[in-house]
């Protein structure tokens, strides 16, 4: 086993472990009372996520997910970043997990000609608001996300980033 950090597609020999962290995240950290039922797209995440434009990572700490990102097609040239949860131990500077894994997505936003990436969020995760701030996500309001926007019930807070040519 490995003691470092790396970032792979998604596939299915992962999907406990992502289900596993994005729960806890959800309901032991925050409190939000959310169920694996409430987020069939956690059930097949290939079919759900992995087609045109979008895809599914997670960050692996030898052969524990320690972190998650995916962008889903919304079409025009659109995705939403969805599922970006990193566990609390693997949070911050010394691992840089957050920021690798929303590099990677954006990267691949560039490689697709991705104009936009939209994003919906809890008012809770203070952290991430300033996380995405800092990397050029621009808050927005509600009104105007593109109609095939996923809004889930949680989400009250908007941001889009302008993805910049390749």
């Given at each position: 086993?490995?003691?470092?950090?790396?970032?792979?597609?998604?596939?299915?020999?992962?999907?406990?472990?992502?289900?596993?962290?994005?729960?806890?995240?959800?309901?032991?950290?925050?409190?939000?009372?959310?169920?694996?039922?409430?987020?069939?797209?956690?059930?097949?995440?290939?079919?759900?996520?992995?087609?045109?434009?979008?895809?599914?990572?997670?960050?692996?700490?030898?052969?524990?997910?320690?972190?998650?990102?995916?962008?889903?097609?919304?079409?025009?040239?659109?995705?939403?970043?969805?599922?970006?949860?990193?566990?609390?131990?693997?949070?911050?500077?010394?691992?840089?997990?957050?920021?690798?894994?929303?590099?990677?997505?954006?990267?691949w936003a560039k490689e697709h000609t991705i104009e936009a990436v939209f994003l919906g969020t809890t008012p809770k995760f203070l952290a991430a608001h300033r996380?995405?701030?800092?990397?050029?996500?621009?808050?927005?309001?509600?009104?105007?996300?593109?109609?095939?926007?996923?809004?889930?019930?949680?989400?009250?807070?908007?941001?889009?980033?302008?993805?910049?040519?390749?």
């Open positions: 086993m490995s003691n470092t950090m790396v970032v792979k597609e998604y596939c299915d020999d992962y999907q406990s472990q992502v289900i596993d962290l994005i729960l806890n995240i959800q309901q032991q950290e925050y409190n939000i009372p959310i169920t694996k039922n409430d987020q069939p797209d956690l059930l097949d995440i290939k079919a759900f996520y992995q087609k045109g434009n979008g895809n599914f990572w997670a960050a692996l700490y030898g052969d524990k997910v320690v972190g998650t990102i995916s962008l889903l097609d919304i079409g025009k040239g659109q995705v939403a970043l969805r599922k970006m949860f990193v566990d609390k131990n693997f949070r911050g500077a010394t691992y840089k997990t957050a920021s690798i894994l929303l590099e990677i997505a954006l990267q996380f995405y701030e800092k990397n050029g996500f621009i808050s927005m309001d509600h009104n105007n996300l593109p109609d095939s926007f996923p809004v889930m019930e949680v989400d009250k807070k908007f941001y889009k980033y302008i993805v910049k040519g390749k």
